[in-house]
């Protein structure tokens, strides 16, 4: 069973390839809730399982591509999952590597 944390990490990282594109993580939790929504109403109308089934394809084709063209950059699995947990913006991006460097400056010492 996903617990809400995990719902919104799954969706954090699925939305990571857009770069930051509020309408794709908007699009994934769409994606999410009206399923479980019709699902415990005991209805679900055909016409909304075909069109969140178009919208999750877009989101799949991104992360096919995202992985295809970068994936050989990436040493391990761990490196792989990391990725999606990198800030989305370039200031805290940038923020992260110089505390990095601070630390690897202080073991190097």
């Given at each position: 069973?996903t617990?809400?944390r ?37 209805r ?7 069109t969140?089934m ?17 994936g050989?950059?990436?040493?391990t699995?761990d ?13 805290k ?5 110089g505390?990095r ?9």
């Amino acid at each position: 069973m996903t617990t809400k944390r995990e719902y919104s990490l799954t969706i954090r990282r699925a939305a990571f390839a857009w770069c930051g594109d509020e309408l794709n993580r908007e699009t994934l939790e769409h994606s999410r809730e009206v399923p479980n929504n019709s699902i415990h109403l005991d209805r679900f109308p055909e016409s909304d399982g075909e069109t969140i089934m178009y919208q999750l394809k877009r989101q799949v084709e991104m992360l096919t591509y995202f992985f295809l063209m970068f994936g050989r950059r990436f040493g391990t699995p761990d490196d792989i999952q990391a990725v999606p947990d990198l800030p989305q913006t370039t200031d805290k991006l940038r923020k992260q590597i110089g505390l990095r460097e601070f630390g690897l400056g202080l073991l190097s010492e």
